[in-house]
């Protein structure tokens, strides 16, 4: 390969990935020279694998099933009709197809996609499976992230590229195979959701913030003693005595129960009654109550002996053991034993449950709500974008709304209409309106857990009085499906993101940047259409009274 090869290419790639690399050679100060010198090594023979039927031996297996370890330096695999369903890889992104072979046929007038056809459908299924990844904790390691961010760079390494030579035909046939694979979708469109140029002129887009907090490691500093993570203090137990007897099973009367009860006694223990070589033994069983660990749990511990003796800790634990009376009075070392693991393992079971590993800070920082909301291509099914637009309400002509497009489901339409009927009262109080959907621009995290959450709008209000107030109001429209079994959202799955939102007004602290600018953080209920009366009360209360 020459350079003159790679200068051709690149004339050649005029709205591909393969423009954005080279754009980015260039930026970098790579020449052609530098860029073949770097293929050559990275390609080199012993990069390279041959695979088929009369070739595979045990080396290249092990080089075949190891390909996303970091030591594997394997690049490039030519397969002859050889990676069959026994073989799968996450870090598959390019397939090359070297042949031209199409063996479909016409069938009552459809075309019906061949065995090599089905052959390149199953390769490129196996190529598509998710390489898992995050670029910052609180991502989802195994949930695609730019599948709908069109012009976001980093959507290459989340894209599986097949090439061919040029062949019409061909593509339309694979894309009809992936399609009725469920590989590629039915159909989607491309729609520009971008910051309207007016909006651009005002002083919320050129100077104002919007205020987000972060996600931390919960310092569990507010934990010192079981019942600050809400761990019991009592506990039950039933001595194991190994003996069957039918007579338990077959009682039916009264008297035969009452004979039975009478045989179990039921004693309480301190667990420190139990001794300190028991309670040790037990502890080092669990790798919950290695020191380290365990005082992540609860940082003001200062020794294993406080944990197993202060009256914040283990001190303070009872059991209710019930069994014959005669072994009540003398268990073994073994019972003993057997007690205590299974309380130490309830307590950490507890404590790992109600201690969250992380936190929303109350804190939110400010920042320019330029650098956070930008123009931005977006991906929606063909047919769902048919239904999102129907507001009836004319988003362009809307100065109270920021961007120049709305897609959304029916219960963010029916918030939209809300908005363009409460808007008159709303002017009547504020200076200035800006409502804005967020699109995957911007997360913000419950106080309890650290749960990222992406309320669907911010509606931002300015009013200036001798001093200038800002509320920043976050909203998220649920549909019916959300609800709980009594049709609210208080214990259904989604809760939690609610009961965040009417804790901001209260707990959330803005840092504020300007001396005459005051904030207000305020979250408000789900909009609902069939709860719309308990949104516009809170609404109305927060904001228009």
Avoid at 264 to 288: C, N, P, Q, T, Y
């Amino acid at each position: 390969m020459r350079s003159k090869d790679i200068r051709g290419i690149e004339a050649r790639a005029k709205g591909t990935d393969l423009e954005k690399a080279f754009n980015y050679f260039r930026k970098e100060n790579i020449t052609y020279d530098n860029l073949i010198r770097e293929l050559q090594e990275d390609f080199a023979p012993e990069k390279v694998m041959l695979l088929d039927s009369e070739n595979v031996d045990e080396e290249k297996q092990l080089l075949l099933n190891s390909l996303e370890s970091r030591n594997n330096e394997i690049r490039a695999i030519f397969a002859v009709n050889m990676l069959n369903e026994g073989w799968d890889v996450l870090n598959l992104f390019d397939i090359v197809r070297l042949y031209d072979t199409r063996d479909g046929k016409w069938v009552r007038g459809k075309y019906k996609p061949g065995t090599t056809t089905i052959g390149e459908c199953q390769l490129i299924g196996r190529g598509a499976r998710y390489y898992p990844f995050q670029l910052d904790e609180t991502q989802d390691k195994y949930k695609r992230k730019f599948d709908d961010d069109i012009n976001n760079d980093l959507r290459i390494i989340e894209t599986l590229h097949y090439h061919s030579a040029r062949n019409p035909d061909y593509i339309v046939e694979i894309k009809s195979a992936l399609t009725e694979r469920g590989i590629l979708p039915e159909r989607y469109v491309q729609q520009n959701l971008f910051i309207k140029n007016e909006f651009k002129e005002t002083e919320f887009w050129k100077r104002g913030n919007l205020f987000i907090n972060e996600r931390i490691q919960n310092p569990r500093s507010d934990i010192f003693r079981l019942g600050d993570a809400g761990v019991e203090k009592e506990y039950s137990y039933n001595l194991k005595t190994g003996e069957i007897k039918e007579e338990i099973i077959l009682a039916e009367t009264e008297n035969q129960q009452k004979s039975f009860s009478a045989a179990v006694s039921r004693k309480e223990f301190a667990i420190s009654e139990f001794g300190d070589h028991i309670i040790r033994s037990a502890l080092d069983r669990l790798e919950f109550y290695k020191f380290a660990h365990l005082r992540r749990y609860f940082p003001h511990l200062k020794s294993l002996r406080e944990f197993i003796s202060s009256p914040n800790y283990l001190g303070v634990i009872k059991v209710n053991v019930s069994g014959p009376k005669d072994k009540l009075e003398n268990l073994s070392p073994q019972e003993k034993m057997e007690i205590v693991l299974s309380i130490l393992k309830s307590i950490s079971e507890q404590a790992v449950k109600n201690v969250a590993e992380f936190k929303g800070t109350r804190l939110f920082k400010a920042h320019l709500l330029r650098e956070i909301f930008r123009d931005k291509i977006i991906k929606i099914d063909a047919d769902a974008a048919k239904d999102m637009n129907s507001t009836e309400i004319n988003i362009a002509d809307r100065n109270w709304y920021a961007q120049t497009a709305f897609y959304g489901t029916d219960e963010e339409s029916n918030f939209i209409r809300f908005m363009e009927n409460i808007i008159t009262d709303l002017r009547k109080r504020y200076d200035e309106i800006a409502l804005l959907r967020n699109e995957k621009f911007f997360q913000i995290f419950d106080f309890d857990e650290g749960r990222a959450f992406e309320p669907d709008f911010v509606l931002m209000l300015r009013k200036k009085n001798r001093e200038i107030l800002v509320y920043q109001v976050f909203i998220e429209p649920k549909g019916d499906q959300f609800k709980d079994k009594d049709g609210k959202f208080e214990y259904s799955k989604e809760g939690w993101k609610q009961k965040f939102l009417l804790e901001l007004k209260n707990n959330a602290e803005p840092k504020l940047l300007y001396q005459n600018e005051h904030y207000k953080l305020l979250g408000l209920p789900f909009y609902n259409e069939k709860l719309k009366k308990d949104f516009k009360k809170a609404f109305e209360d927060e904001l228009l009274l």
